[in-house]
């Protein structure tokens, strides 16, 4: 080791040399320090990536609270919340929605974003900080692959309804249409239901067939739905022709998304300014409206009231917690990205709490909104509120486009729907592209940083995704996009995913010492329930959520009527193992080729593996607190603090040739 000069300073109890020295290979961190004793935390450092290459950042705090609220606060909290809230007992569902959130969404959703902030890589670099769970970012990268090819699907359906709405009268207010079928009926209120029976009493009216003598009613709305939207083949076996005018939605929407990101992350921040509060104005302006129309208020009691038989269900109970994992976009590498666009030493902790409530805020928000409206159109139709609710996106594209054929100036209410529900999805669709583009990028990173490579990367993804995309915009391609609804981003995929993540912070890497780790960047200690959360409840509460789903699972239905056939289930199932398979596998592989005995081994694959870009990082930081020095790690003038540590036996897991041991001198940065 070259040496400069040796200087000697009493640091927390104990003597540090000061050596300013060529670039050491392992760096060990102390974990604690009681007067001249050192207890030593090894880690390696990847010599493979050469000169480090600069990272972008967001452009201000603000920039990066508004996309982690613009991809967590999606369609989920508009549709899928206020159903589940019905679907389970009212008001008693918010019981098991807040003690899952608590106790899983929130802590992982925080420990996701802090290993991105602190290891300053995407969905796949984050998880060398355990080499043995890098699987974890395989498998959260092959979701949001999928889910960024289905998502998306959602907008091209209401830029087709956006485009309708621009006219004088709504095209499903009328059976006046070409594709209106003699069936069709403008009302359902204005019927007599004598000798009458619903098709299906599980069903909503706007999705029902009423049965009357002879015939058959259909809703306008439903008709123009599945005739003109969708035109909608009879079973995913029938996949028949393209929907051109979706398929150009699709292609719209494609370019948009493209042209918000192309630039990375600082661009992005700017356009969720707008994508991510425009919604709450529209929000703001329907319920408003809503609740000025007869029968808000049954609407609102029946979100609100509860039902607590509910509870000694189990379906609650998994609903509840699919729904805190969806809503927070846990599991898709997404918030690892995110945060690790942001500066070392930025307070996470509180921005976690601030995007938290008001993603949670936002989903009753919605609820009041929506169900607002319901409680009119049960009305209206003369039946109860639980006969007018759709699960899913039926309740955005049959239910409220119904609604808004009721009201006054209904074009203009469609219109500010619609494109409320294109925002919501825009920055959730950034958000979920960004993701995988930035795990790309930090997988090759000398090769995708380099030039216009990002933007032609980006380009070329944008059109496979939409290639792939196509086959959902088909006559059969609803029960195409159910199946990827369903199987590839479930609560299946998301909770097996998220009982890893904490073993491998909480287990392997340790949960204390991620909890230094934490208060090195943001200054001071979190709540001890987070790492409470992480170690024991959030293992156990995904674990017996997941054997629930596995216990009471059912075969797919689309419209609780059309039963997958078992090849169809089986290539959804496959959709969901092909995430679900690469923690396991990865493990067990990494195992396999690593040299040396099991314990040997194991230390390898459990040791963390830190670029020097993080180590340039996080270097300045740890000397402030000891020194005055705060020079970059890996820069010609650097400075090293080095202990000796005695007998001990190094291993290299960034799989470097060389193996330290035996009496050695490393490198202690202090942390305390």
């Known amino acids: 080791m070259a040496t400069d000069y040796v200087s000697k300073q009493p640091v927390s109890g104990f003597e540090v040399n000061t050596t300013r020295s060529t670039v050491p290979t392992n760096v060990s961190m102390p974990e604690e320090m009681h007067g001249n004793d050192l207890e030593m935390k090894t880690m390696a450092i990847d010599e493979s990536d050469g000169e480090p290459i600069k990272r972008e950042q967001w452009g201000g705090k603000a920039d990066f609270i508004l996309s982690c609220i613009g991809f967590a606060v999606g369609l989920g909290n508009v549709w899928r919340f206020p159903y589940l809230c019905y679907k389970n007992g009212g008001g008693a569902f918010l019981i098991p929605y807040f003690i899952c959130l608590i106790a899983g969404g929130v802590p992982v959703f925080f420990l996701e974003i802090a290993l991105g902030q602190f290891m300053g890589e995407g969905g796949l670099g984050v998880w060398k900080i355990c080499p043995l769970f890098q699987g974890i970012g395989v498998a959260t990268t092959v979701i949001v692959f999928l889910l960024n090819i ?32 003699k069936m069709c009926t403008v009302s359902f209120a204005a019927q007599n239901y004598t000798n009458c ?75 969720v300014w707008v994508t991510a509060t425009f919604p709450y104005l529209v929000i703001t302006i329907l319920l408003v409206r809503g609740l000025t129309l007869d029968g808000a208020q049954d609407g609102i009691i029946f979100y609100l009231k509860p039902d607590f038989a509910k509870l000694a269900t189990s379906q609650v109970w998994i609903d509840a917690g699919t729904q805190i994992f969806f809503s927070y976009a846990i599991a898709l590498g997404a918030m690892t990205a995110l945060g690790s666009y942001n500066k070392f030493n930025n307070d996470c902790y509180k921005d976690c709490i601030i995007i938290a409530v008001v993603n949670s805020a936002t989903s009753l928000y919605a609820g009041f909104a929506i169900f607002s409206v319901l409680g009119f159109m049960a009305q209206e139709q003369g039946v109860d509120i639980d006969k007018v609710v759709a699960s899913g996106p039926g309740l955005a594209f049959i239910a409220y486009p119904k609604a808004v054929t009721q009201m006054p100036i209904a074009p203009l209410w469609a219109c500010l729907f619609f494109i409320m529900i294109v925002f919501l999805g825009l920055d959730s669709q950034f958000v979920g592209v960004e993701a995988f583009v930035t795990a790309m990028l930090d997988l090759f990173p000398k090769f995708l940083r380099k030039g216009y490579n990002r933007e032609i990367f980006i380009a070329v993804y944008c059109f496979v995704s939409f290639l792939i995309g196509l086959v959902m915009v088909t006559n059969g391609g609803m029960y195409v996009f159910q199946l990827f609804d369903y199987y590839s981003a479930s609560g299946m995929a998301l909770l097996w995913v998220c009982f890893f993540e904490c073993v491998a912070v909480a287990w392997i890497y340790g949960g204390a010492r991620f909890y230094d780790d934490i208060e090195s960047m943001i ?34 239905k689309y419209n609780k009527t059309y039963v997958y056939p078992s090849g169809a289930q089986g290539a959804g199932m496959c959709m969901a193992f092909a995430s679900m398979i690469c923690i396991p596998m990865y493990a067990i592989i990494k195992l396999i080729i690593t040299p040396g005995s099991f314990r040997e081994r194991w230390v390898l694959v459990t040791t963390p593996c830190f670029t020097k870009e993080f180590v340039n990082r996080r270097l300045p930081t740890e000397l402030s607190m000891i020194s005055e020095v705060k020079q970059p790690l890996f820069s010609p003038n650097n400075h090293v603090l080095s202990a000796n540590i005695g007998q001990g036996h190094e291993m290299d897991s960034c799989n470097n040739s060389h193996l330290y041991q035996g009496k050695t001198k490393t490198y202690g940065i202090p942390q305390n």
């Open 523 to 556: 200054g001071y200690r979190v709540n001890l329930w987070l790492r409470i959360c992480w170690t024991v409840l959030t293992p156990i509460m995904t674990v017996g959520i997941l054997l629930f789903s596995f216990i009471t699972f059912e075969p797919l």
């Open 150 to 181: 289905y998502y998306i699907i959602i907008l091209a359906w209401d830029v087709y309804y956006l485009a309708e709405s621009f006219t004088s009268v709504l095209p499903w207010s009328t059976c006046n249409n070409t594709w209106n079928s």
């Open 197 to 271: 029976s619903f098709s299906n009493e599980s069903a909503s009216v706007a999705e029902n067939y009423l049965e009357c003598g002879n015939y058959t009613k259909v809703d306008p709305v439903v008709e123009f739905w599945e005739r003109r939207i969708l035109q909608i083949s009879d079973g995913v076996d029938d996949v028949g022709g393209v929907v051109w005018q979706l398929a150009l939605s699709l292609l719209i929407v494609w370019l948009v998304v493209y042209f918000c990101i192309w630039k990375g992350v600082r661009w992005t921040g700017k356009v």
